[in-house]
C-alpha cells in the first residue's frame, strides 16, 4: 500500500461519502485523441523543420485544457501558435549572444578575462532560465480562463530571475543541503502572484516535513555516488590492467553498456531514496496553497468591520508516495523511448494522476471572482514559453 502524505482533510467520511463542500477536478482526456494529435504534430513538425512545433504545442494545450474541470466548468486556453513562434525569434536575440559571448572572450587572449567572462555567462544562464520559467508559467496563465474568467500573474519575472540565481548559488554552495528552502521560496514567489479574475491565491511557506525526508534521502544518494564512482574507477583500472597483460583492447559494447547501465540505475536507485522527499514536496505545495475570496460588504457589522470577508478556498492531496514515483519513472521511460516527443503522453500521464489526487475544498465560492481589467501578459513573454520549461503545463 502506497505512504499517503499529509492533507487538509480526509477525502470521504467514514460512511464513504464526501463532505458538500468538497469537489474534485475532471480530466477526460483519451489517448486515442492523444496520440493522433501527437502523430499528426511530428509528422508536420519533421515536414517544417521544427516551425509547426508553436502551433502543434498550442494544439495540445487546447486539447488538454478542454478536457480539465472544476465544479463542473472547463479551463479554456487561448493562446496562439503564432505567439510562440515570435516569442522564440525574439529569445534567439537574448540566446546567441550569451552563446557566442565566451567565442568572443577566448580571442582576448587574457586568461582572467577569460575566467571572469565564462563565470559572468554561467550566472547569466542561471538567471535567464529562472526568468524564462517565471515568465512561460505567467503566458500560460494569462491564456487560461475557467467559466470565462481569466486567470493570470502579476509579479516580476526578473525579480524571479534574481531570486532564483542567489538560492541557486546557496544551493551550490551547501552542497544541495539548501534545496527544500529554495524550493518553498521559489513556489512562494510564484504562487503568491497567480490570481483567477479578482481571487488571489497564497501559499503558507514552511518546510515542515521537508528536511527530515530530504536529509535522509539525499545523505543515501550522497554514499551511493561516492561508491558509484569509486566501483567505476576500479574496474576502469582493472580493464586498463588486463589489456596491458594480454594487449588486448576491452570489448566496446561491454563499456558502453557498463557504463549506461550504471547511470540509468544511479537515476532509478535515487529516484527511489527521493521519492519520500518529492512526494511531502507536492503534498506541501498542493494543501498549502490557497484561495483567498473576498465577500464584499452586505451588512452594517461587515462595513464596520473593514468592507469585506476574506474565505478560503483550499486543497488537499490523497496521492501516495510510490504512485507518484511510478508517474515520474514512467514519464521518463517515455521520454526516452520516443527520443523527447512524446510530451503529449507525459502531460496526459501526469494531468490524469493529479486530478485524481488533489480535491477543493469551498469551490463553489469561486463563482463569486469577478473579472479583472488588463490581465493579458505581454505577448513578447511566449519566447519563454516557446522553450516549454516546465512540460507544457
Not at 61 to 77: Q, T
Not at 90 to 111: C, D, K, M, R, T
Not at 256 to 262: E, I, K, P, R, S
Not at 284 to 311: F, K
Request: aromatic fraction near 12%; proline fraction near 3%; charged fraction near 15%.
Amino acid at each position: 500500500m502506497d505512504e499517503r502524505t499529509e492533507t487538509n482533510h480526509p477525502f470521504l467520511h467514514e460512511d464513504g461519502t464526501a463532505p458538500a463542500d468538497v469537489t474534485a477536478f475532471h480530466y477526460d482526456g483519451k489517448l486515442g485523441e492523444i496520440a493522433r494529435i501527437w502523430l499528426r504534430n511530428l509528422l508536420l513538425g519533421i515536414v517544417t523543420l521544427g516551425i509547426y512545433r508553436f502551433w502543434g504545442m498550442t494544439r495540445l494545450r487546447r486539447y488538454f485544457w478542454s478536457r480539465l474541470a472544476l465544479d463542473g466548468e472547463r479551463f479554456e486556453y487561448d493562446g496562439t501558435g503564432m505567439e510562440l513562434f515570435k516569442g522564440f525569434l525574439v529569445s534567439l536575440l537574448v540566446l546567441v549572444p550569451l552563446a557566442l559571448l565566451p567565442q568572443l572572450l577566448i580571442l582576448s587572449g587574457n586568461a582572467w578575462v577569460i575566467g571572469i567572462g565564462v563565470l559572468a555567462v554561467m550566472l547569466g544562464i542561471y538567471w535567464v532560465i529562472f526568468f524564462a520559467y517565471y515568465a512561460g508559467r505567467r503566458y500560460r496563465m494569462s491564456r487560461t480562463r475557467w467559466s470565462g474568467i481569466r486567470m493570470g500573474m502579476d509579479g516580476s519575472a526578473v525579480s524571479f530571475g534574481w531570486l532564483g540565481l542567489r538560492t541557486s548559488l546557496l544551493t551550490v554552495i551547501t552542497f544541495s543541503l539548501y534545496l527544500p528552502w529554495q524550493a518553498v521560496r521559489l513556489w512562494e514567489a510564484e504562487a503568491d502572484t497567480m490570481r483567477l479574475g479578482s481571487h488571489r491565491f497564497f501559499y503558507h511557506p514552511s518546510t515542515k516535513g521537508l528536511i527530515r525526508r530530504f536529509m535522509a534521502g539525499h545523505l543515501f544518494v550522497a554514499v551511493l555516488a561516492v561508491a558509484g564512482l569509486v566501483g567505476l574507477g576500479a574496474w576502469q583500472v582493472s580493464m586498463l590492467q588486463a589489456m596491458k597483460e594480454t594487449g588486448v583492447p576491452p570489448n566496446q559494447i561491454l563499456v558502453v553498456a557498463v557504463t549506461y547501465g550504471g547511470i540509468f540505475g544511479f537515476i532509478l536507485v535515487q529516484s527511489v531514496l527521493m521519492a519520500p522527499y518529492q512526494a511531502a514536496w507536492l503534498a506541501n505545495r498542493v494543501t498549502r496553497t490557497r484561495i483567498e475570496v473576498a465577500r464584499p460588504a452586505t451588512s452594517p457589522r461587515m462595513l464596520m468591520g473593514g468592507g469585506a470577508q476574506a474565505r478560503s478556498v483550499t486543497f488537499a492531496w490523497h496521492g501516495g508516495t510510490w504512485a507518484l514515483w511510478r508517474l515520474g519513472i514512467g514519464n521518463l521511460l517515455i521520454s526516452v523511448l520516443t527520443l523527447g516527443t512524446g510530451s503529449a503522453f507525459v502531460m496526459h500521464r501526469t494531468l490524469a494522476f493529479l486530478t485524481r489526487g488533489v480535491t477543493v475544498t469551498g469551490a463553489a465560492q469561486l463563482t463569486e471572482v469577478t473579472q479583472l481589467a488588463g490581465v493579458d501578459a505581454p505577448r513578447t513573454e511566449a519566447f519563454a514559453d516557446a522553450f516549454d520549461l516546465s512540460g507544457g503545463l
